[in-house]
Nanobody, 114 residues
Framework: QVQLVESGGGLVQPGGSLKLSCTGS???????MAWYRQAPGKQRELVAS???????NYADSVKGRFTISRENARKTVYLQMNSLKPEDSAVYYC?????????WGQGTQVTVSS
């Protein structure tokens, strides 16, 4: 059973920063990882992804502000979020795609508000 556990969400003022973490179980280093987010009334969208080799990809809306990274020894992927905007408010989900299926964490709420 694959488990992904996110942490690090919270309330932050516009312009502030947060760092999300997602810790996995079992094999980790060989799989690409991704962060998605879903705001109320909107579809879940890809925020950032990182391959097993460390190549990264970002949604246009977060380029230059967010950074995805991974620490395989800790089976953890991170999302550093800087210069946060109210439109970044959403539930953020960690994602791992394997041949056996796509796995999601439970989500962590990020609220950007003054």
């Amino acid at each position: 059973q694959v488990q992904l556990v996110e942490s690090g969400g919270g309330l932050v003022q516009p312009g502030g920063s947060l760092k999300l973490s997602c810790t996995g179980s079992g094999a980790f280093s060989i799989f690409a990882m991704a962060w998605y987010r879903q705001a109320p009334g909107k579809q879940r969208e890809l925020v950032a992804s990182i391959t097993s080799g460390g190549s990264t990809n970002y949604a246009d809306s977060v380029k230059g502000r967010f950074t995805i990274s991974r620490e395989n020894a800790r089976k953890t992927v991170y999302l550093q979020m800087n210069s946060l905007k109210p439109e970044d408010s959403a539930v953020y989900y960690c994602n791992q795609a394997r041949s056996t299926g796509v796995y999601w964490g439970q989500g962590t709420q990020v609220t950007v508000s003054s």
